[in-house]
């Protein structure tokens, strides 16, 4: 995608951190060098501000990930990329069926209504929850390890979304300030709003969730 737009050696493409690595990949694929911005902290997608402050003369594109069921700012990130000349890209995720996504959105605003302690998803205009994905509050990702660990224990399946930012990585180490990747790195987790779970599956997370989000208190 990347040299068939025109893209390759001698030039930087602006890519997330906050997400798998394949993105950077294929920028180093193409013989480029990927440049890190950093995250809106309510779409966990580029943030347009964040991306032209890393701009520089030799930025050729930019490749914005669309995440957990949230659009990236397209609008605005196009509006950047006409106005500095970047080809804007995007990296989709499969769209699933109406009914399907219909029934996740169910299940979130159970989630939304119910859940206590933790910071429920932005659900935002046309959300489809790919994946349900709420902030562990507390000492970052202490607490949000010990939340999984003890959700999990209680017979709700959880996952942390992203373990390590990109640019954390050895082969992609760069020493750039991103801090809303690095604070939703460590406080992120994702609980299940799958089409199956039944009416007690989804009391069965709302109880595990909240017999534990009220006693997770930032330390002062």
Known sequence: MLRAAGVGVGDEVVVPAFGNVEVAEAV?????????????PVTYCLEAVAVEAVVTP???????????????????????????????????ESEAPYDEVAQR???????DAKLRGVRTPDGGDGHTYQQYVVRVPGNGRPDRDAFARAVRARGVECRVPVKTPVHRLPEYRRC???????????????????????KRDMQRIVSACNALGGLLQPAF
């Open 176 to 198: 750039v300030s991103l801090p809303e990747t690095e604070r939703a790195a460590d406080e992120t987790l994702a609980l299940p709003v799958d089409a199956s779970l039944t």
């Open 28 to 40: 180093v694929l193409a013989g480029a060098l990927p440049v890190f911005a950093d995250i809106d």
């Open 58 to 92: 030799r930025t050729a594109a930019v490749v914005a990930v669309h995440r957990f069921g949230r659009s990236a700012d397209i609008a605005r990130l196009h509006e950047l990329g006409q106005r500095r000349g970047l080809l804007v890209l995007e990296q989709g």
């Open 105 to 111: 959105r169910q299940r979130a605003s159970y989630l």
